[in-house]
C-alpha cells in the first residue's frame, strides 16, 4: 500500500489516486501514515493532499491530529489541515452560534425560520435517535438547500454586476 501511495500521490504526474479496496485492507491508516510522514515535503512544494470521502467516519481527523501532536507538530496540523463539513453539518454546527449576525432580511424569510426550528429541535439531545436522523435528513435535503437558495436569489439580485 505504501508503494502504491507513494507511486500515485509522489512520483505521478496526476497525484491523484482513487482507493476503492474492501473494509479491512487498511487503507485508512496507510493514507494518515502517507500524509504523516509527507505533509512537509508536499507543503515545501506548495502541493496539498486531498482526502475526499463521502463518510466522515473514513476520515479521522482527530486521530492524525493525536499523531501530528504526539510527533510535536500540533502547529504543523493546525495551519496544514483543513477539515471541510458537508453544508448541512455546517449549518447545524453553526447557525445558533452564528444567528445574531444573520441579516433581517434572511431572517424573515420562511425558509430561515423553518431552518432554525429544524436545528433547535436537532440540537435537543433528549430527542430519540430515530428523530435526530429524521430532522437531519429534512435539513440537509430541504431545508439548507432551500435556505441556500434564497440567499443565492437575493445575491443575484442585487448584485448583479
Known amino acids: 500500500m505504501e508503494e502504491i501511495l507513494n507511486e500515485y500521490c509522489k512520483l505521478s504526474n496526476t497525484g491523484l ?5 474492501p473494509t479491512g485492507f487498511g487503507k ?4 494518515l501514515n502517507f500524509i504523516y510522514s509527507n505533509y512537509k515535503e508536499f507543503a515545501a ?5 486531498f482526502f475526499i470521502t463521502n463518510l466522515k467516519k473514513n476520515l479521522p481527523d482527530k486521530e492524525l491530529r493525536d499523531r501530528f501532536i504526539k510527533g510535536g507538530n500540533k502547529e504543523e496540523f493546525d495551519r ?3 477539515f471541510i463539513d458537508s453544508n448541512a453539518e455546517t ?5 445558533l452560534k452564528f444567528d445574531h449576525e444573520i441579516p433581517d432580511d434572511f431572517k424573515n424569510t420562511e425558509s430561515f425560520k423553518k431552518l432554525k426550528k429544524y436545528v433547535e429541535i436537532y440540537k435537543n439531545k433528549q430527542l430519540p435517535k430515530e428523530a435526530k436522523d429524521n430532522f ?5 435535503q ?5 435556505f441556500r437558495t434564497v440567499i443565492q436569489s437575493k445575491i443575484k439580485r442585487e448584485l448583479q454586476n
Open 91 to 95: 449549518v447545524i454546527n453553526n447557525l
Open 17 to 21: 489516486l482513487l482507493l476503492s479496496m
Open 80 to 82: 496544514n489541515f483543513l
Open 136 to 140: 437531519k435528513t429534512q435539513i440537509r
Open 45 to 49: 512544494q506548495k502541493r496539498k493532499i
Open 142 to 146: 430541504e431545508l439548507e438547500p432551500a
Open 28 to 31: 485508512t491508516y496507510n493514507v
